[in-house]
């Protein structure tokens, strides 16, 4: 079955970076668009960026433009955040999130949270 | 684009229907026919129940159900289980701005 395994988060300065991977199986991730959902806690869910299944088109949350950049390498069937410039209200638990096709978003992996504090 | 608003709480008892609304504007949710619905319990991960609008994937109880009308999507559960107490989120695609979530609703069952 799909599984979505995120990596990467910890806890990182105001200012700091951090990139965020999830490593996807049981699907043919080359066919598949992925997106990136953060919820922070005791907080709602809030739509981060999406990224085509070839690389080709990227969407962000306005919030994360231009600081956050989404990528994929398809030979290693791994979705990455990089997230620059990090703020304390980027502190919250990232899934990555498989394009369940008629734009919607399923499956979703457990999350990683990331901690922004000096 | 700013966050669809949903109200904050809904509760029902058990067998009764509930209606969750779900606003946004002319340029987010009224523009596309793309609202999905998600179901989040305590410590789990979301779950998607509704999708285009009023669409159930596979495996989802009919007792799902949703639909839209201009600016506003509703997401309705008939008989209320005790199972059915969760958060729900609403969610429609916006085009190039990408996708905007609903502030999420807390489901009570009485």
């Known amino acids: 079955q799909v599984q979505l395994v995120e990596s990467g988060g910890g806890v990182v300065q105001p200012g700091g970076s951090l990139r965020l991977s999830c490593a996807a199986s049981?699907?043919?991730?080359?066919?598949?668009?992925m997106h990136w959902v953060r919820q922070a806690p005791g907080k709602g869910l809030e739509w981060v960026a999406f990224?085509?299944?070839?690389?080709?088109?990227?969407y962000y949350a306005d919030s994360v433009r231009g600081r956050f950049t989404v990528s994929r390498d398809n030979s290693k069937n791994t979705l990455y955040l990089q997230m620059n410039s990090l703020r304390a209200e980027d502190t919250a638990v990232y899934h990555c999130?498989?394009?369940?096709?008629?734009?919607?978003?399923?499956?979703w992996g457990q999350g990683n949270l990331v901690t922004v504090s000096s | 684009h700013s966050a669809l608003t949903q109200p904050a709480s809904v509760s029902g008892s058990p067998g009764q229907s509930i209606t969750i609304s779900c606003s946004g504007t002319g340029s987010d949710l009224g523009s596309y026919d793309l609202v999905s619905w998600y179901q989040q319990h305590p410590g789990k991960v979301p779950e998607v129940i509704i999708y285009e609008n009023a669409k159930r994937p596979s495996g989802i109880s009919d007792r799902f159900s949703g639909s839209k009308s201009g600016n506003t999507a509703s997401l309705t559960i008939s008989g209320l289980l005790a199972e059915d107490e969760a958060d729900y989120y609403c969610?429609?695609?916006?085009?190039?701005?990408?996708?905007?979530f609903g502030g999420g609703t807390r489901l009570t069952v009485l």
């Open positions: 049981g699907f043919t991730f080359n066919t598949k668009s």
């Open positions: 999130v498989k394009d369940f096709g008629s734009y919607a978003l399923e499956p």
């Open positions: 990224i085509h299944f070839d690389g080709n088109k990227t």
């Open positions: 969610c429609s695609f916006v085009g190039r701005g990408g996708w905007v």
